[in-house]
């Protein structure tokens, strides 16, 4: 008896994923905002070959939907811009709370909470301090950061190039004092970064008003900035040292923020940092 034997139904091949479906594998590697991961932990979570996920994972970056990090990657402005950024927002003011209201009651000023967004800094706490002198901003409000002492405190961590690319265009004013020259404001940036990290203006953002900032870190970098404001004629200088302690403070707070792999729960670009052993 010759039996015949029955070809097995042969498999269709597995086509690879399109594109867009392997684009969402990937960001799928990043499911919270301070998510960090390496080329080789995406190539195996999404099963793709090492060289298609790096180079799609390069192309998100320059594309600023991830950024690279020394630790790999993480994502970048234009994903947290969708909404996930208010997680990292909301533990940096609740970090900042308690610091700032001390920060107002030793200084008498009023003192602000922001962070650097595009050429604008973003305000995202107010606290008045023991004078009636109050200054014309509130929580939510945007202003030009070239204009005000925090902005440019966070801007002393972003490259020349970065600068130019945000400022290049123009410098609007919102005062007579406000700086107009892109030269002008390198100089001033340079003198920060190489400084103390302190910036002070005086009348720049608001006529009669002056303003002390520094830049506050988490452990990837520069994540925002306090101020203290005042009459233009306040010696700020005296401030300087609460401020700094107030700042390392809030970075200190920040870092108990942790993942498991140790990385902080924040999501900015990493910048070369300023000394801040001395204030100027």
């Known amino acids: 008896m010759t039996s015949t034997s029955v070809p097995s139904a042969v498999e269709p091949l597995r086509l690879p994923p ?25 190539a195996q979570q999404t099963g793709l070959p090492r060289s298609t996920a790096y180079r799609i994972l390069e192309q998100l970056t320059r594309l600023g939907w991830l950024d690279r990090i ?31 209201v001390d920060l107002a009651l030793r200084s008498g000023l009023v003192v602000h909470l922001a962070v650097l967004d595009g050429a604008e800094v973003y305000y995202l706490d107010k606290i008045s301090g023991r004078t009636v002198f ?32 945000e400022h290049g265009a123009g410098l609007a ?3 007579s004092r406000s700086i ?20 002070i203006e005086r009348g720049e953002c608001f006529p009669g008003i002056g303003c002390v900032g520094m830049a506050v870190h988490g452990d990837d970098g520069l994540v ?3 101020s203290l404001a005042g ?7 005296r401030f300087a040292p609460f401020l700094v302690r107030a700042a ?11 993942e498991p792999s140790g990385h902080a729960d924040f999501f900015v670009n990493p910048r070369s940092r300023p000394r801040s052993d001395a204030a100027s």
Do not use: W
Not at 18 to 41: G, K
Not at 184 to 191: A, G
Not at 231 to 237: M, V
């Open 180 to 199: 107009d020259n892109i030269s002008v404001l390198h100089r001033q940036l340079s003198r920060i970064r190489c400084g103390s990290g302190l910036a």
């Open 173 to 175: 004013r919102r005062t």
């Open 231 to 237: 009459p233009i004629y306040s010696a700020f200088e």
């Open 18 to 42: 399109s594109i867009i479906e392997r684009v969402t594998l990937i960001m799928d590697c990043f499911d919270r905002p301070h998510t960090r991961r390496i080329l080789e932990q995406v």
């Open 70 to 100: 020394e630790t790999g990657y993480k994502l970048g402005r234009r994903s947290l811009g969708l909404g996930g950024r208010e997680l990292g927002r909301g533990k940096l003011r609740a970090a900042a709370a308690p610091l700032l």
């Open 134 to 165: 109050d200054v014309p901003s509130s929580v939510a409000d945007r202003t030009f950061a070239h204009c005000t002492a925090v902005g440019k405190a966070m801007l002393a961590y972003r490259t020349p190039e970065e600068v130019d690319a």
């Open 224 to 226: 925002g900035g306090i």
């Open 248 to 258: 390392r403070a809030v970075s200190d707070d920040l870092r108990q923020f942790q």
